[in-house]
């Protein structure tokens, strides 16, 4: 096992405005941002000068095998500070032969040139944040973009990867939009496969405190599918996804052979990663840790950790194992799930133990097992596919009540 991790995360915060339903750390720049210079260049530029100054500040580090560079909206940047951000990590930790490089991009944030500027930067595979091809839907949920860009967006990474520019790419979607229905949930699926992404991620509408989204939930203004709907459209996904040639090889990710996501299987897996900038998560050894999420707290905390040459989370001594829960809710995300003996054995259990606790939580979820919502193939405990993972809040949900038995 590497003793340093081999991922790293960068966050680019700017965005040109924020949508409806986010509530990440973002800072919305407006539409006429420009990162190299004129407008908002040198607030973007003097991010950057931290975020740098963070990825230097680590000492003792591995040559790394995934890059991800996500936001906000990183497409704002200009290839030459991409290349940048890339050459730093290749000459400060190293960056290994055919490692993954991914770069999130928003339709209408980049062109033809600027994507081949990427591409020409190291980046070799990239997410687009389409969420939707419904102009309407778009519209009420903020977005800057709208079908044309979405096609246009499509369109480019499509050739990309024919020409054996980039290694591959993922289409992002998100289910039961407000105002949405059956129908342009369908038309949404059809949509974005007719366009053959090697990868999607379909996540869940979930409305957040504090968001554009919430006052209208609590004020009546829009109409959200109810769960039924929302059940019925989840059915909808995994039976064109499927029939498309997807395998969901996470609760909320779909790809063709040989194009899962290499850097979001670190987390899922529980195995260590580095994070830069603001508002990021790390867990380069266990522990997690986020940095503050306004930027003049992150750029107080940049320069502390500097002069102090690590913060505490950072450091091999403080090295912990993650929760065990939090271990096995993320694996149950996984189409494989978690073989619970071998697990428990990582966490120090002897055999005694590891019965006794596993016999446990397996009556907890006995009313899933019945059901087939929950499977086992010997030690190997695994939702089922589309119930079981289309239910997954109540099974991970009820693992608390194990945690709460055991402890
Ligand atoms: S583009 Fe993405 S990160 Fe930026 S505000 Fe919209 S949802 Fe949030």
Redesign the pocket.
């Known amino acids: 096992m590497n003793k340093f991790p081999r991922s790293a995360y960068i966050h680019i915060p700017f965005?040109h405005?924020?949508?409806f339903?986010?509530d990440?750390a973002?800072i919305p720049v407006g539409d006429k941002v420009q990162s190299l210079e004129g407008f908002g260049s040198e607030m973007i530029k003097n991010y950057l000068h931290f975020l740098f100054k963070e990825i230097l500040s680590i000492r003792d580090k591995a040559p790394l095998s995934t890059i991800y560079i996500g936001?906000?909206?990183p497409s704002i940047l200009d290839p030459k500070q991409i290349s940048e951000l890339i050459g730093l990590f290749k000459n400060n930790y190293g960056v290994d032969y055919g490692a993954e490089i991914t770069m999130e991009v928003?339709p209408a944030s980049f062109n033809k040139e600027s994507l081949y500027g990427f591409i020409d930067a190291g980046v070799n595979r990239f997410s687009l944040?389409a969420q939707s091809f419904n102009n309407q839907i778009l519209k009420i949920a903020g977005?800057r973009h709208s079908l044309n860009d979405v096609q246009y967006s499509c369109e480019l990474l499509q050739e990309a990867q024919l020409q054996g520019f980039i290694k591959s790419w993922s289409f992002d979607l998100i289910q039961d939009f407000p105002e949405s229905n059956k129908k342009t949930w369908e038309d949404d699926l059809y949509k974005a496969i007719s366009y053959s992404p090697p990868h999607m991620s379909i996540y869940d509408l979930s409305i957040e405190k504090g968001t554009v989204f919430n006052r209208f939930k609590n004020s009546g203004k829009l109409s959200f599918p109810d769960s039924d709907e929302s059940y019925e459209n989840s059915l909808l996904k995994s039976q064109i996804l499927q029939k498309a040639g997807y395998e969901r090889y996470e609760i909320s990710n779909y790809s063709i052979a040989g194009h899962q996501s290499r850097h979001n299987r670190v987390y899922w897996k529980g195995l260590g990663w580095w994070a830069f900038g603001q508002g990021s998560t790390s867990s380069p050894f266990g522990s997690k840790f986020t940095r503050p999420r306004v930027s003049k707290e992150y750029k107080n905390w940049v320069d502390q950790q500097h002069d102090l040459k690590l913060e505490d989370s950072l450091l091999k001594i403080n090295n912990k194992a993650v929760d065990l829960d939090e271990r096995i809710m993320l694996g149950m995300r996984l189409k494989e799930g978690v073989n619970f003996k071998r697990l428990f054995f990582e966490n120090g259990w002897n055999r005694e133990k590891s019965e006794k606790n596993l016999m446990k939580l397996l009556n907890i979820w006995d009313k899933y097992q019945k059901k087939g919502l929950l499977l086992n193939e010997g030690d190997r405990y695994f939702l089922s596919d589309p119930m079981g993972m289309d239910l997954s809040n109540q099974i991970l949900i009820d693992m608390f009540k194990w945690s709460e038995l055991i402890n």
Do not use: N, P, Q
């Open positions: 965005c405005r924020r949508c339903y986010c990440f973002v936001g906000g909206t928003d944040g977005r």
